[in-house]
Nanobody
Framework: QVQLVESGGGLVQAGGSLRLSCAAS????????VAWFHQAPGKEREFVAA????????YYVNRVKGRFTISRDADRGTVYLQMNRLKPEDTAVYYC??????????????????WGQGTQVTVSS
């Protein structure tokens, strides 16, 4: 049974940092592209970052480049999203998603087969 479990969300002031974790089980981790999406109230789910299978290349939406870092610990089967210099507009529920052998495109949430339950990130001004 495939399971993705996010953790690490919370309330932080603007300019602060959080690290989200996505622990995967039930899948051969190295065969899966893992991505982070977020969804603010009343808005569509949006792509944030991805770590591709096989070569572990990383990709980001422009507005988080230089602030967020996605990384993967293969031994632990966990993907992290380090979020620095957080802004109020980063406030959303953050979801991790996984899809086997996924290559481009990476930013369409409808393409991902497995999802976590989400973790709330709130950035106060």
């Amino acid at each position: 049974q495939v399971q993705l479990v996010e953790s690490g969300g919370g309330l932080v002031q603007a300019g602060g940092s959080l690290r989200l974790s996505c622990a995967a089980s039930g899948i051969p981790f190295s065969q899966y592209t893992v991505a982070w999406f977020h969804q603010a109230p009343g808005k569509e789910r949006e792509f944030v970052a991805a770590s591709t299978w096989e070569d572990y290349m990383t990709y980001y939406v422009n507005r988080v480049k230089g602030r967020f870092t996605i990384s993967r610990d293969a031994d632990r089967g966990t993907v992290y999203l380090q979020m620095n210099r957080l802004k109020p507009e980063d406030t959303a529920v953050y979801y991790c998603a996984a899809d086997r052998y996924r290559t481009s495109p990476l930013d369409r949430y409808t393409d991902y087969a497995y999802w976590g339950q989400g973790t709330q990130v709130t950035v106060s001004s």
